[in-house]
């Protein structure tokens, strides 16, 4: 048994300490954090703009937005990557983070347009007419009557697809960014050790979910105590 971890620690230190590899990994925790960030806010605002196409009434943008959510909903992720990066942003001098993010902004879009625009159908036909007969036109409700309370209804969601969405920039390797699977990749390349890199990428991963799970949580714990206020 004590031979077990005699290897073992040599295995960690080969792994992660030696030439200071434990940075890669550092360095790559930044770079999920960055883009994931970037792309969750992107995601949002391209999400609100297509939930309000999809549910006009004017036919072009109606079209529009089922469209954007189809195209993008019936494609893989990476796929839609490599096409930003490599074709779309060929000829564009900037940093690789932020195009990864604008990738993943837009793949995210698609899926919060779809939780928004629930969200947003969620509430009573009733807040809309209470709100036009206040005076407030249709551009007015919706932004503060129907939206705010809209947000209510969907933050769990919108919090879901931002955890979704730190998971699946995992991909973004493919482009040349060192983030935590790369760096993970890596050190595995390096010294040709699987279980080491692969279990402690796993565990960065899962700190990192729980994390975020625990803030949310306490934040939409805040938001139905000031509800039932």
Sequence with gaps: MSAWFT???ETFKRCFI??????????GIGVTIKVSILAAILGIIIGFFIAICNLSKKKPLNILGK??????????SVTQLMIIYFVIFATVRWSKWIIAAIAFGINSGAYVSEIIRAG????DRGQTEAGRSLGLDAKQTMMKIVVPQ?????FPALCNE???LVKETAIVGYVGLVDIQK???FIKSNTYEAFMPLIGTAIIYFVLIKILTVVFAKYEEHLRKSEIR
């Design 150 to 154: 809209a947000v209510k209804n969907i």
């Design 7 to 9: 290897d073992l620690a």
């Design 183 to 185: 760096a993970g990749d």
């Design 67 to 76: 469209v954007y959510t189809d195209v993008i909903r019936g494609t893989p």
């Design 18 to 27: 030696v030439e200071d590899r434990y940075m890669l990994l550092v360095n």
């Design 120 to 123: 947003i159908l969620s509430i």
């Design 162 to 164: 931002f955890i979704t």
